[in-house]
């Protein structure tokens, strides 16, 4: 069976540079949600999409932006990285928004910035 | 806002033997789902359980299983002959019932299963 998407699988930026990661949902699935997970430490809610709009914003910088196109693919755009933007960031599609349909994860994209 | 606990950092298990890993959690919902989630060193989000909380009923998968204590806000995961495989970071989630923004899941810290062959 088809499983969440995503790429790159690594991903090294330096300081201040920018960074796209891409995340293609479960076919049919209408909802995308982003999470980072820092070194030692438990995912954290970013922000999520429904039938492409936003949905619910969590911790996401300012410098973090993010959207859902037409074919319910997400990219998560960062910019003027920091070291402390090193994390796993894991995207999760489901059926529906916040409905009883679990989210499935995709294997998430490390990203390392030096 | 929803919290989970997971209060213990780490745990240590015996191949075939049983263990159990705790989970708190704070709401003022009532109805909500609860999930535990295992994250192998290949740092892959798989979930193990899932359980709504308006089922009185303990979920069961295979050799897992949960207690649910709804009105102690108690969600503990039972594994039962462990198997080295099960070595694994393993989250406790919450997430709202209700659709709307409610979709994201709030996770605990987690804890760190060991299994000794």
């Known amino acids: 069976a088809a499983g969440v998407i995503q790429s790159p699988r690594h991903l090294i930026k330096e300081k201040r540079e920018t960074a796209t990661l891409k995340c293609y949902p479960i076919p049919r699935h209408d909802t995308v949600y982003w999470y980072q997970q820092g070194p030692g430490q438990d995912p954290q809610f970013l922000i999520s999409?429904?039938?492409?709009?936003?949905?619910d914003k969590g911790s996401i910088p300012d410098r973090f932006s993010a959207q859902q196109f037409s074919d319910y693919h997400s990219e998560l755009n960062m910019s003027s990285l920091e070291l402390g933007d090193s994390a796993l960031y894991f995207c999760?599609?489901?059926?529906?928004?916040?409905?009883?349909?679990?989210?499935?994860f995709g294997q998430g994209t490390r990203l390392t910035v030096v | 806002a929803q919290t989970v606990t997971q209060s213990q950092p780490e745990m240590s298990v015996q191949e075939a033997e049983t263990v159990t890993l705790s989970c708190t959690y704070d709401?003022?919902?009532?109805?909500?789902?609860l999930f535990w989630y295992k994250q192998p060193p290949s740092r892959q989000m798989i979930l193990v359980i899932r359980q709504e909380a308006y089922k009185q009923q303990n979920a069961t998968e295979n050799r897992f299983s949960v207690n649910f204590q709804k009105a102690a806000k108690s969600f503990s995961l039972k594994i039962s002959d462990s198997q080295l495989g099960d070595a694994a970071m393993y989250f406790c989630?919450?997430?709202?019932?209700?659709?709307?923004?409610?979709?994201?899941?709030?996770f605990g810290k987690g804890t760190k299963l060991s299994v000794k062959p």
């Open positions: 709401t003022s919902e009532s109805d909500y789902y």
């Open positions: 989630a919450y997430r709202s019932w209700y659709g709307g923004s409610q979709g994201n899941l709030i």
């Open positions: 999409f429904y039938e492409k709009m936003q949905s």
């Open positions: 999760a599609s489901s059926l529906g928004k916040g409905n009883q349909e679990e989210a499935f």
